[in-house]
């Protein structure tokens, strides 16, 4: 059993929400194998522990991209926050503002970039899916542009949606889901359609924008259902890359051999994920891809990684295997769900905790010091 304070907020989360919003958070691909071996094996992963070294002083921040974080932590793109938690995309990003760390606002919110960005203090970080819509990307682009938006995070591992049995099961898709939703919606006592979507009926704020009127649930499900490209190659990321003239990373590799091509590619920085074990279940979990990345490309791009991180010590351990930063998902979107901007926040001064115990209890003064030199090597027992 996997205990930290992510898991607490997932069992809170399980009571508050709709059983179709719960399982479209907690949930994976066809038989969730990956999306099991994210968080098992990385928490899995042991750590070399040293003493007696006066770590009274403990520098947790780091800099990224130009732009100095607390944490070596972001806030990973997750779509329809605002469903979770009142206007939820508002609510994360103000969280991970005053921790002073980055907030990334997927494509497919509620609220949109003009409603997110200004309030933070700090640039937002945008992530864009590729879509056969281009004139939806450009338009998007030149918003997250026009907003301040620092970071483009390219998503390119959903080429195709993945299998994901459990929305068809919970209601949030398939035939009869509205209906099916709506009858989950109305038996939660401390949940509504208006709670979880400010009593604008299914409105996704970044698609609305740029279609001049409200788009809901089901009109995006069919959108976005006709839009994904499964043409996509690194030569039609080229325009981007000419349109975005700050930093550019492209999530969702777990393969040497694409970490090469995106250091070819002039890509600031990758995110090594697998989308959570939401896309193809069978592959690798990140914790078991990041080495031999890290071994490939370190040093020529920044390595980001995300897939299974539940607490701080994950977090160290994710260092400790070869990124540079890492980016929480289910981790906040929990504690997002049970209790808003107040729930993030607890999220993060608790994973602030568990850093600097890893970290004091491996002697690892800084971010910069935590190396594949703290990984343990096997023992036999
Ligand atoms: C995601 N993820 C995601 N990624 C992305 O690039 N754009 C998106 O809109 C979304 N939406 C989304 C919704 C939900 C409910 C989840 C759980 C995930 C993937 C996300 O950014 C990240 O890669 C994973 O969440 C990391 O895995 P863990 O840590 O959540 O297990």
Known sequence: MIISAATDYREAARRRLPPFLFHYIDGGAYAEHTLRHNVE????????????KDMSQLDLSTELFGEQLALPVALAPVGLCGMFARRGETQAARAADKHGIPFTLSTVSVCSIEEVAPVMKRPMWFQLYVLKDRG????????????????????VDMPVPGARYRDAHSGMSGPNAAMRRYLQAVTRPNWSWDVGLH?????????????GKQIGLEDYMGWLGANFDPSISWKDLEWIRDFWEGPMVIKGILDPDDARDAVRFGADGIVVSNHG???????????????????????QLKILADSGVRSGLDV???????????????????????AGEAGVANLLNLIEKEMRVA????STKSVAEISPDL???????
């Open 41 to 52: 094996d990385l928490s899995g992963v042991a750590l070399r522990q040293r003493v007696l």
């Open 136 to 155: 939806f990307m450009k338009n998007a682009l030149e918003r997250a542009k026009a907003a301040g938006c620092s970071t483009l995070i390219f998503t």
């Open 199 to 211: 009593g604008r009926p299914h409105d996704l704020g970044n698609i609305s924008a740029y279609f």
């Open 277 to 299: 074990g939401r896309q193809l279940d069978g592959v690798l979990s990140s914790a078991r891809a990041l080495p031999a990345i890290a071994d490939a490309v370190k040093g």
């Open 316 to 338: 160290v351990r994710m260092l400790a295997l070869g990124a540079d930063s890492v980016m929480l998902g289910r981790a906040f979107i929990y504690a997002l769900a049970t």
């Open 359 to 362: 970290m004091t209890l491996t």
């Open 375 to 381: 990984l343990a090597k096997a023992v036999q027992a």
